[in-house]
C-alpha cells in the first residue's frame, strides 16, 4: 500500500513476478513420492500462485469487507495478479519452453487446442509455461507466520480463542490495538470485554471503526460468498475459503448460500455454523455458551440444602459365575488382553493384563481393571467410563489412523466404546474360570479373605532400577540410554 492509501499496483507486479518464476522452480526442485506423481507435474507444470492479507488490506484501506467497493476491488487485485502471473509464465515460456502438454490444453493452437463441446475455444491461445498458474489456498498455519489474515477471509475476530496442539491461546489483533493507542480510546478492560465478547460493538469503540474492523460473524453469508465470487472470476484453480454462519443459522440459509454461490460461478464453498463442534480450531469468547443462551435457564428455589451424600454399595457377583468376552489389542507397550465379563447383557467387570507380573505396568494397568469394575458394580454408564480413557496419551503409540492407540487407558477406553457402547460385540461369550469373581470377590478376580503377598526386588538393600514393558519380551526392562530406549534382557532396540 502507498503512503497515500492506495493499492501499489508496481510492488505487487514485482512480488507477482518473482513468485511465478519461484513456484515454477518449485517443480523442478520437488522430490515426488512416486514416478507417476514426477511425470504429471512435469507435463503440465500447474503452479499455484494465490493472496493472504487481503481483510487486512481492507482495514487498512478503510472499506468494509461486507460492501460492492471491497468485491469490486477484490475483482481488480486478482485480475491484476493472474494477468501479471501470466505474462511471467509467457517469459518463462520464451526461456524454457511451454509446458509438454501445451498444444493439447485450453492454451494451444486451434489445430490441437481443448474445446468445449459446441466446438469454442475455451481460453484464448498463450504461450505459457503452466498449465495453471493461480489459486487461492488455504493459508492459515502460514499467515500466523506472516502475521496476516488468511487467504480472502474477513477477520474471524478481533480477539478469539485458538485452539492448537491442544493448547489454548488468546489471539488480539495488534493493528486494532495500535490504532485504538494511537486514537487513546485503548484500555486493558476494553481489550478484555472484546476477548470475552468476541465483538467489538461497545461504546468506548467509535462508529467509524465498527464500520471498517468488521468480522466474520458481522458479515452475512451473502457477502462471503459474493467476496468468493469475485475473486473465482479471475482464479484458474478453485477457492478456499468458509462461509462463516452464526450458531443459530437455520438450514434454509445453508441452501441459500449453496444457490447463490453456484449462480454467481463459484466452484465450490464451505460453510460452518459456530459452535457446531466440541474444541472447534477457531471460538469467540461467546462461542461457548451460545447454545446454553437459547433457553432461559430456570429459575432456582429461593433455598436448596445440599443433597447428602448417598452411599453407594456394588452389586454382588453371582455365585455361580459370570460369562466373560475377551479381546487382544495391540498397545505401545505390549499386548493388552481384556477381560469384560456381563451381567444381563451389560459388562460388570473389567480384567486387564499386560506384560508380566511385577511390573509398573502391569500395577497400573491392574487399578484401572479394578476402578473400572468398582464403577461398573456400582451402577455407572460404560459410556462415561469409556469418555474418560480415550484419548489419553503416553510417550509413543501404536497403529494409524482410526485404530490408532496412544496408551494402555486409550486402548481400554477404545474398547469399551467400540463394543459396549457402539454395540461392535462378538457372537458368543467366553466364561471365564470357575471360582473367579464369587462372592468375596474385589471386582478383579482377587478375593479379599486372604491378603495378597507383597514382593520386592532388592540389590544389596537397595530397590533395583525397572524401566518401561519390553514390546518383545514383556519384561519391565526398557531402559532409555544413548538416547534409545533399549531392552536389557531380549536386546530390543527402538532405534
Known sequence: MTPDRQVDWAALREVVHQSTRFLDDVIDANHYPLPQIHELSQRIRRIGLGVMGWADMLVQLGIPYNSSEATELGRQVMHFVDEESKVASEQLAAERGVFPEWERSIWGPDESCARRPDGSRIRPMRRLRNCNVTTVAPTGTISII?????????????????????????????????????????????????????????????????????????????????????????????????????????????????????????????????????????????????????????????????????????????????????????????????????????????????????????????????????????????????????????????????????????????????????????ASAKPLKEGVGGPSANGNGYHTSEPLPSFERSFGGEATATGEICPDCQNATLMYEEGCRKCHTCGYSEC
Open 146 to 426: 506472516a502475521g496476516c489474515s488468511s487467504g480472502i477471509e474477513p477477520l474471524f475476530a478481533i480477539a478469539f480463542w485458538r485452539y492448537q496442539a491442544d493448547s489454548r491461546m488468546l489471539d488480539i489483533n495488534q493493528d486494532f490495538v495500535a490504532q485504538a493507542r494511537r486514537e487513546g480510546w485503548y484500555s486493558e478492560a476494553l481489550m478484555e470485554r472484546i476477548a470475552d465478547t468476541g465483538h467489538i460493538h461497545h461504546p468506548e469503540v467509535p462508529a467509524e471503526v465498527q464500520r471498517v474492523w468488521v468480522t466474520a460473524h458481522d458479515i452475512s453469508p451473502e457477502w462471503h460468498v459474493r467476496m468468493q465470487a469475485a475473486f473465482q472470476d479471475y482464479t484458474d484453480s478453485a477457492i478456499s475459503k468458509t462461509i462463516n454462519f452464526p450458531h443459530e443459522a437455520t438450514p434454509d440459509q445453508v441452501r441459500e448460500a449453496y444457490e447463490l454461490a453456484y449462480s454467481l460461478g463459484c466452484k465450490g464453498i464451505t460453510v460452518y455454523r459456530d459452535g457446531s463442534r466440541a474444541g472447534q480450531v477457531l471460538s469467540t469468547g461467546s462461542t461457548g455458551s451460545a447454545a446454553t443462551q437459547a433457553e432461559p435457564p430456570a429459575e432456582a428455589p429461593a433455598t436448596v440444602a445440599p443433597a447428602a451424600p448417598q452411599a453407594l454399595a456394588p452389586r454382588m457377583v453371582p455365585a455361580d459365575g459370570l460369562p466373560s468376552h475377551s479381546y487382544p489389542v495391540v498397545t505401545p507397550l505390549g499386548k493388552l488382553r481384556l477381560f469384560v465379563t456381563e451381567l444381563d447383557g451389560q459388562p460388570f467387570e473389567v480384567f486387564a493384563i499386560i506384560g508380566r507380573a511385577g511390573s509398573d505396568v502391569m500395577a497400573f494397568t491392574e487399578a484401572i481393571g479394578r476402578l473400572l469394575s468398582l464403577a461398573l458394580r456400582c451402577g455407572v454408564p460404560v459410556k462415561l467410563l469409556a469418555e474418560q480413557l480415550r484419548g489419553i496419551g503416553g510417550a509413543r503409540s501404536a497403529g494409524f489412523g482410526p485404530d490408532r492407540v496412544r496408551s494402555v487407558p486409550d486402548a481400554i477406553g477404545k474398547l469399551l466404546q467400540d463394543h459396549y457402547v457402539r454395540g461392535e460385540r462378538p
